[in-house]
């Protein structure tokens, strides 16, 4: 996989659109805001595919590990109605992966 150099995706009208006031993972009340499946840090951006609603506690199980990115991008991919593979590509193309 070939990466070229990219400018995350940047926007917070699409982060204030995905937030809910339930956990996409367990349905408690969310407060917070949604959590970057693949990491800002990472080249993640802020689209609706990398982007789920968590609650407290799910968000810190995302961070520290024990929920991992495969069970949270399958819960992305299920609410936007594609295949968890598709998910994952358009997220790989906006963090500038050339992926089939």
Do not use: W
């Not at 990219?6 to 009340?29: L, P, Q, S």
Request: hydrophobic share 35%; aromatic share 6%; charged share 30%.
């Amino acid at each position: 996989m070939e990466c070229i150099k990219h400018k995350r995706v940047k926007d917070r009208k699409m982060i204030k659109a995905m937030r809910k006031n339930y956990c996409e993972r367990c349905g408690a009340y969310a407060d917070i805001e949604p959590h970057h499946v693949f990491t800002v840090g990472s080249g993640g951006g802020d689209i609706a595919m990398n982007l789920v609603q968590l609650c407290t506690s799910c968000h810190i199980g995302a961070h520290d590990g024990s929920i991992k990115r495969d069970e949270l991008l399958a819960i992305v991919a299920r609410r936007e109605g594609v295949a968890y593979e598709d998910a994952y590509r358009v997220n790989r193309r906006a963090m500038g992966y050339m992926v089939d």
